[in-house]
């Protein structure tokens, strides 16, 4: 069996439904149901079983010799949070709890790292496993650092020989796709543009405040979530494959290529306003980020990623112009 935490979040659920189309293990979640939006991500598909978070250590020993491997998606996702407790609880406490049980079990453990590790992008965003150059990232906020803290854990512990079989951490960029309504203000640009030109006729983007940046010049590193998916799913089956890995296209586009494409999905001639970025996110605000990729193509992944064009048409026509919008 396979377990799933965070399994009715975003990329959770996206994951999920990939696992249970392929019907090769039974899939459990692990997770709240605590919105309707939730719900609705794993409604369709055929989960052997949800797990609450809190009986989650329960139903690892009741299940230890049936546990084939963990994806471990749940954490405190929100980049505003500032109660460490909160913070540290999910996504430090709980990373490490797993690690230890898969490590003593052998079960095999992908989890979910995050961009937010590289910070600023001063010191680059290449996916180096040595300990030296993590230590030269410098998260920009409490979820950033929450995640580059495991990450650092993770690669120290693994070569001290405390590991399970198989360990990747994914440093997931700028993720867009279906099942994120639960997100709120958390939620992809897409969803955000996508309501502002159906109800506006307008896409409102950040002004730039960079002098090497025009106005909707900057830029993300915009993943389609199928990608994502995509890379976990071969990760789960080359079991030699350890390591943290970027997860994004390798190619930044700016915010103004992304309304454009929102635009296009819409047969709509673009019209982009401007306005300030708030002061107090301005100061730590990214203007650039960019996955190096050559890590995972070295491992032998070859797909080629989702173009932003082909991932937004998607998106916005087969999930958020319908009356379904859920995977």
């Known amino acids: 069996m396979i377990l799933v935490t965070g399994g009715a979040g975003f990329i959770g659920s996206n994951l999920v439904a990939a696992l249970c189309e392929r019907a090769s293990a039974p899939v459990y979640v692990c997770d709240w149901l605590d919105t309707p939006e939730k719900s609705r991500n794993i409604e369709k598909h055929a989960v052997a079983g949800i797990v609450p978070p809190e009986r989650l250590a329960d139903w690892l020993a009741e299940n230890a010799g049936g546990v084939d491997g963990i994806f471990h998606m749940g954490a405190s996702s929100s980049t505003v949070e500032r109660d460490p407790d909160i913070v540290l609880d999910n996504n430090l406490d709980l990373s490490l709890m797993l690690w230890r049980w898969c490590a003593k079990h052998g079960v ?42 495991f ?96 997860c994004g296209t390798g190619g930044a586009r700016s915010f103004a290529d992304l309304a454009r494409a929102c635009f296009a999905a819409l047969d709509q001639e673009p019209v982009i306003e401007f306005i300030d970025t708030p002061e107090h996110i301005r100061r730590h605000y990214q203007y650039h980020t960019q996955a190096r990729m050559d890590r995972i193509r070295a491992a032998g992944y070859r797909p080629a990623p989702t173009t932003l064009e082909d991932g937004v048409r998607r998106y916005i026509r087969d999930f958020l112009e319908t009356n379904d919008p859920y995977r």
């Not at 025009?214 to 030699?240: H, K």
Request: net charge negative; glycine share 10%.
């Open 151 to 246: 990450d650092m854990d993770a690669v120290m512990l693994a070569e001290a020989g405390i590991a399970p079989p198989q360990w990747a951490g994914m440093k997931f960029f700028n993720v867009y796709g279906p099942n994120e309504h639960h997100k709120g203000g958390q939620q992809s640009l897409v969803v955000q543009l996508h309501r502002q030109i159906r109800e506006t006729g307008r896409a409102r983007l950040f002004r730039s405040h960079h002098p090497a940046y025009p106005d909707g010049g900057q830029e993300r590193d915009f993943v389609w979530v199928g990608d994502c998916v995509d890379i976990m799913l071969w990760l789960n089956e080359n079991p030699s494959v350890s390591g943290l890995f970027n």
């Open 108 to 149: 095999r453990l992908i989890y979910a790292s995050s961009a937010a590790t590289y910070g600023g992008g001063e010191a680059g965003f290449d996916d180096d496993n040595d300990p030296a150059a993590l230590t030269k990232l410098k998260p920009l906020n409490l979820y950033g650092w929450s995640k580059h803290i």
